[in-house]
């Protein structure tokens, strides 16, 4: 037995160096691909919309003046616009003038001024006996005076509206004239 294992062991030895000294084994591969990719990208953007900021209008530090500022604003996704303007109070520079002119001591033209401004306060002043001034005349005179033109004005107001209602019928009898000749076209 020994001799089989003397004999087996060069064997052995031989077999193990002839399985050390192979070379690799080197394999090489070429792989091609293609790579199709199908998609779509949404991207959402919150934002705040844009503002439209109205005007700031100024009638002055002094609150003697008789305008009032206004103004607004309107924004939609698209379009923004924004105004502003200055009204004028016609009664408060009515009672401004009427206030000058007492203070430089024309009372008469003061009243005057007031009774012009106002239907109101002409009939206030001629319930109180106290006629507004007409052309120069005050009191009584002023009284009569506004009375006679008051006629004059009722009388010239009657004929106005009859010459209107003439002129009414004239247009009506126009229009129907004209309606009757497009049939005939027709």
Do not use: H
Not at 13 to 34: G, H, K, R
Not at 88 to 117: F, Q
């Amino acid at each position: 037995m020994k001799s089989l294992l003397m004999l087996s062991t060069p064997l052995l030895m031989l077999i193990a160096l002839s399985t050390s000294s192979q070379e690799p084994i080197v394999t090489e591969s070429t792989t091609n691909s293609t790579v199709t990719t199908n998609g779509s990208m949404k991207t959402k953007v919150e934002s705040p919309p844009p503002s439209a900021i109205s005007p700031q209008i100024i009638s002055g530090g002094n609150s003697d003046l008789c305008t009032v500022g206004v103004a607004g604003a309107v924004q939609t996704q698209i379009l923004g616009i924004s105004m502003g303007t200055t009204i004028t109070e016609e009664n408060c520079v009515t009672l401004k003038r009427a206030k000058t002119l007492y203070d430089m001591g024309m009372k008469v033209a003061a009243v005057s001024v007031m009774c012009a401004g106002s239907e109101q306060v002409f009939d206030a002043m001629m319930n109180a006996g106290t006629p507004c001034p007409y052309n120069g005349m005050i009191g009584d005179a002023a009284k009569e005076a506004w009375e006679a033109d008051q006629l004059t004005a009722d009388v010239t107001m009657v004929s106005e509206k009859t010459g209107e209602a003439n002129d009414d019928t004239a247009k009506g009898a126009g229009a129907v004239a004209g309606v009757l000749g497009l049939l005939l076209l027709l």
